[in-house]
DNA sequence: ACCTGAACACCGTTCAAGT
DNA sequence: ACCTGAACACCGTTCAAGT
């Protein structure tokens, strides 16, 4: 019998840019970003670790390609909403929903806020303001504040979400956090104190809209 | 003549926990989170890289403990202010220059919500809602959208702030990227063709200052 | 009690060599 | 053109051994 391998070593299918970044989008959503390494890379698309630099620069510029790939997907999905007020609101909480399915891509748009996404995300909301009535001079200020509040109160909402250590569930470490600020000065956070139970028991979503109208009736008064 | 060390290889002086963040800070503050080595420190202090276990926990508790330090400072030197507002807007601004001379302050805290310093600067702007005449049941919402905002636009500004590859200045850095988002969709970027100008020239500190405002004149509605 | 520095188990990235 | 995998130059952290 003759030896039937002739090139077992080599891949069948060919890597692209796109089977790299989408391996890697799933490691990152399963172990998040500490999880995503060439190795584990190479291994899951069963090459060598060499090779996935012929498709992506560097391992930061990965992260900056799954982090597009993700928002452009969660911002093309978005059914088209006539009132401005209501499609703040909805690219504001497909972003939030996002990242929060998501944290990685929350953690790299912070160290990124000059990412495409950050962009297209500006100019959704940006766009809406004037038939919102928000006076022309206060709309580049407008759209900048709702752009750093998304992405920041995302970001940190992600990571709160995030399983915690010891497995404690969310709102068992919420009232750990509360009970912490308070005993760091004890005696002197009454506001803490007055507030602990909402810490504990807020609905995440709910706030962060609670916000972003903050910020609408703000900008609709000048 | 006989041999006069005896001890030479011994440090003098004891290092202490608080010498090893001190020396964090400034390793942390000359070249950014990543110049922080335990091998760059334990050379800076003239020790062995496993002295410093014996003082601090790992890499994260020192920069936890660094960002501590340095929030701590930074917002007990704050003048006592008696109207409420301007209160607010005083713990705001001094969060946002301690992370503008600290970029990594502001990193950090995005990947810690729940910090110390966090609860502190939550107390901070809580206490003064109600004297500014916030809604007792918009409180909480607020005082947390405050919050959000100071350190995920403190953040982000930090590193747009920070010095850019090529060595190019803040304005022609933010030129590019306005350009780089309208190129990503030529003909359909009406808001950011708009602002560009704004984008380009705008001041960090008006601005930010801006969407505080924003966010407590819209809380005072309710 | 506190310090030393080598050793361990990782990384990202490069590159000569293969097909 | 694309892939392989060893090699390089780093990391954080541990730990036996010193004082």
Sequence with gaps: ?????????????????????????????????????????????????????????????????????VLARTLSDLPKVDEPAPAIRAVALAVFDAIDAHPWVGSHLSQEPWHRAI?????????????????????????????????????????????????????????SVAERWIQDNPGRRPFIRRVAAQLRDHEDRRQFLAGIDLILSGACLR
Excluded at 134 to 148: G, H, I, K, Q, R
Aim: charged share 25%.
């Design 119 to 175: 962009g297209e995300i500006f100019e959704r909301i940006g766009e809406q303001l004037e038939p919102l009535g928000v006076a022309a001079d206060a709309e580049f200020d407008c759209a900048s504040a709702l752009t750093s509040y998304i992405l920041g109160t995302a970001s940190q909402n992600a990571i709160n979400a995030t399983r915690h250590p010891g497995g404690v569930d969310r709102e068992t470490f919420l009232e």
């Design 1 to 69: 019998m003759p030896k039937t391998p002739r090139q077992t070593t080599r891949r069948a299918d060919a890597l692209t840019k796109m089977k790299v970044v989408h391996a890697a989008i799933e490691i990152l959503d399963a172990g998040g970003e500490a999880a995503l390494t060439f190795r584990t890379l190479a291994t899951r698309l069963a090459t060598g670790s060499g090779a996935l630099y012929w498709h992506v620069a560097d391992r930061n510029t990965l992260l900056t390609d799954a982090t597009a790939d």
